[in-house]
């Protein structure tokens, strides 16, 4: 079974929206970190925002915040005001704390337009 | 100054060749990574070395071997290099630590293979 699953491969949002990207997971391990990257096309792979398994609070980084919602285990990366530097791979990945292992989804496409 | 380096940038070899990548990090972590990222940009892990240890070791062909002379490199190695194998390596590191300690990654490693 796949471990982080984004089911939009590609995502269009008119500049200075808001958009969400999803991300479901599948673990039995009770603690685990869910982390969403970003790559845009010069390729590096930007860390953006962190959630732990045993967090209360949704995490948030400036224009990023994550939509964790555990029982659906669902850990969706909302972008708010969207800006044409925000064109790029967005991934979710997840870490096990048991084993230090990090899974990566297959990424979505983000397409911001003027 | 950077985090995680990796040499060389690009690689362009033939078939049947063998060759290496360089892996260092200068952020004190414990826990190295190499990864792949093939051409529909899917992210898949191959080896984990926790302070210069072995600890995951992904289905990879025994072509790939990778080497940590100590906890700050991990350099991969690539025998009879083949077309498949053509692809983006990104070298990360982590802290032992759990917590929001995200993976870090290098610029990466475009391998083609002729």
């Known amino acids: 079974a796949q471990k982080i699953t984004q089911t939009q491969p590609g995502m269009f949002v008119q500049e200075k929206e808001a958009v969400t990207l999803d991300c479901t997971y599948d673990?039995?391990?009770?603690?685990?970190?869910l982390f969403w990257y970003k790559q845009p096309s010069s390729g590096e792979m930007i860390f953006l925002i962190y959630q732990g398994s045993y967090d209360q609070q949704n995490a948030t980084e400036g224009r990023y915040s994550l939509n964790f919602q555990k029982a659906r285990k669902s850990a969706n990366l909302v972008i708010s005001a969207s800006q044409l530097g925000d064109s790029a791979m967005y991934f979710c990945a997840m870490r096990e704390d048991n084993f230090n292992k990090f899974y990566f989804g297959s990424g979505t496409k983000l397409n911001v337009k003027p | 100054d950077t985090a995680v380096s990796q040499t060389p940038k690009y690689l362009v070899t033939q078939m049947g060749n063998d060759k290496s990548i360089k892996c260092e990090q200068n952020l004190g972590h414990d826990t190295m990574y190499w990864y792949k990222q093939d051409s529909k940009k899917f992210l898949k892990i191959m080896f984990s070395?926790?302070?210069?240890?072995?600890?995951i070791n992904e289905t990879v062909p025994n072509r790939f071997s990778p080497k940590s002379p100590d906890k700050a490199h991990l350099n991969l190695h690539i025998n009879s290099l083949e077309l498949g194998d053509s692809a983006v390596y990104f070298c990360a590191s982590s802290p032992r630590s759990q917590g929001g300690s995200p993976l870090h990654f290098g610029n990466g490693t475009r391998l083609t293979v002729t």
């Open positions: 070395y926790n302070n210069k240890e072995l600890i």
């Open positions: 673990t039995s391990d009770p603690s685990y970190g």
